[in-house]
């Protein structure tokens, strides 16, 4: 996992997308970061002058009340709407362990110990996906369709965070996740 790459704006680093009853919803995590400073995305520090954490926790309260699984990881997730991190890279990482640990995905996680351009023998996503972009190609993933809350309202809408998945589709998230990928 790298962690000495520069910061990129509006990239998944700091936000995701969830389904609401009124459709998809940006949730961003706000970062103190001075206008056109580069550093490494393990130094960013998440900005707490905005209570984001309580705006993000009622929208995903809202979101997901109703479907299947949320009652179910509640306790899971709602630290971390109520402690704070000071980065956003440990933010992330508590995160994606807690996230693995629902989905029963048990694999090992190396860093990064310095920034690399290319890396020869390794798969490298790290500029795969923007939010500025709907044009996010990935050959060996297409999202297998779940059971969403507000489906009914409209089709069904890939690539939302793992939210998304984990409340709707609870201890099958990572089955579905399996049958996404397809090897190129």
């Known amino acids: ?11 998944y680093r700091n ?26 995305v393990k130094d960013v520090r998440i900005d707490y ?7 993000h926790w009622r929208a995903i309260s809202a979101a997901y009340s109703s479907s299947p699984f949320f009652n179910y ?3 899971d997730l709602l ?7 000071e980065f956003l890279f440990d933010f992330n990482l508590k995160l994606i362990f807690k996230l693995m640990e629902i989905c029963g995905i048990s694999t090992k996680i190396e860093f990064t110990s310095h920034y690399e351009s290319h890396y020869e023998d390794a798969l490298d996503f790290r500029t795969s996906l923007s939010s500025k972009s709907k044009n996010n190609s990935d050959n060996s ?9 507000f489906r009914d309202k409209a089709n ?10 984990v409340c709707n589709e609870g201890n099958n ?3 579905v996740l399996k049958s996404s990928h397809n090897s190129v």
């Not at 993933?141 to 779940?146: E, G, H, S, V």
């Open 79 to 85: 630290p971390f709407y109520e402690n704070r991190e």
């Open 156 to 165: 069904f809408q890939p690539n939302l965070s793992i939210l998304d998945l």
């Open 73 to 75: 990881y509640i306790d």
């Open 141 to 149: 993933y297409k999202p297998t369709p779940y059971y969403q809350v």
């Open 1 to 11: 996992m790298e962690r000495y790459e520069n910061y990129v704006k509006q990239s």
């Open 49 to 55: 002058d905005t209570n984001w954490q309580t705006i």
């Open 173 to 175: 998230s990572w089955s």
């Open 15 to 40: 936000r995701c997308e969830i389904l609401t009853s009124n459709g998809i919803l940006p949730l961003i995590i706000p970062i103190k970061r001075r206008h056109g400073e580069k550093m490494p």
